[in-house]
């Protein structure tokens, strides 16, 4: 697990880490993420990085980055980025987005930060349809802090802060995020991922790609909810925590395109909303 209170490396070092290929945009800072671990973020650092790079966009983006394990992303990605206060990514985001409005404006935020800590700024960043995007990276737990309970845990689910698993009585139900935010009128692009297959990664891309052309189309606020895994906080082995996400995570929290206004919001419904991924029954692509 990072130390919150160690410096990182300094910038310029280069880290096998980080996986860093010739052209990438990942700037080659170590990345931080418990190494070996199979820690989702480091591959979606990776994704998102080559999605920048894949739409050109390298000179326009502007990164807000979270307080959690994933904080380092300002330094990983080699765009303009700014550090925001615990859950506070959204309301940073929209300073800069309307202050910038040609710039493309993106928050990378964990459970603990957007759902916890952050949940009003996000909920009205998203209601008033702030044009910017957000990549919400959801392990159900607060990782950087040693693997408490989040808004986001399962019932049931042993974490330091509940010993013997979330209890309804006392916690609450899980926090849906994407389905709270699909009701929203501001929103333009919601749904929900995995990173836990090739597959399901292909379909993480589309995804994001799709919510930073809702922002370029000035449509509204646009998220991407990504289930990932965080073993260490789990206390499980990589291969573990990926069939836990396959056969735990996903039944609570199904893989769906919720909401697509890109283009129009006239097919369909008439509101955007659309269903589950095709073909897969909204639990999204195993292979
Ligand atoms: C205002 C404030 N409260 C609490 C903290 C301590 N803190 C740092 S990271 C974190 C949890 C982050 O969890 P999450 O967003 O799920 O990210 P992860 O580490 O799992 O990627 C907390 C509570 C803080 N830095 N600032
Ligand atoms: S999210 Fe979990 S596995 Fe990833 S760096 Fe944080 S504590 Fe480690």
Redesign the pocket.
């Known amino acids: ?2 130390d919150e209170t160690k410096d990182r490396e300094a910038p310029g070092a280069v880290s096998e880490a980080s996986g860093k290929k010739p052209g990438s945009l990942l700037t080659g800072v170590a990345f931080t ?2 190494p070996g ?1 199979g ?1 989702t ?1 480091g591959s979606l650092n990776r994704l998102l990085a080559g999605i920048i790079g894949e739409l050109g966009i390298r000179s326009k983006v502007i990164l807000v980055g979270p307080v959690g ?1 994933a904080e380092g992303i300002v330094k990983y990605i080699d765009v303009d980025a700014v550090e925001a206060p615990h859950g506070r990514a959204t309301a940073v985001a929209t300073g800069i987005k309307r202050s910038l409005p040609d710039r493309v404006v993106i928050t990378y935020q964990g459970d603990g930060d957007l759902a916890a800590i952050g949940i009003a700024e996000v909920m009205h960043a998203a209601t008033r349809g702030e044009r910017i995007s957000t990549v919400f990276l959801n ?1 159900t737990v607060f ?2 802090t040693g693997g408490q309970m989040a808004p986001t845990s399962l019932i049931g689910q042993r974490t330091t802060t509940t010993p013997f698993g979330r209890d309804a009585q006392l916690s609450g139900m899980p926090f849906h995020v994407a389905e709270i935010l699909t009701r929203l009128p501001g929103t333009a692009y919601v749904a929900r991922t995995a990173m836990n297959s090739t597959a399901n990664v292909a379909v993480t891309r589309e995804a994001i790609l799709r919510a930073l052309e809702a922002q370029m189309q000035d449509r509204g606020f646009s998220i991407v909810e990504v289930m990932g895994i ?4 789990w206390k499980m082995t990589p291969r573990d925590a990926n069939t836990h996400l396959a056969d735990q995570i996903i039944g609570e929290y199904p893989l769906q395109l919720f909401k697509d206004c890109v283009g129009s919001c006239d097919g369909g419904t008439g509101d955007g909303q659309v269903g589950p991924w095709t073909g897969d029954g909204g639990r999204g692509p195993q292979g």
Request: proline share 13%; hydrophobic share 20%.
């Open positions: 697990m990072p993420y418990c671990s820690c973020h394990c392990n990782g950087m965080c073993p260490v906080g």
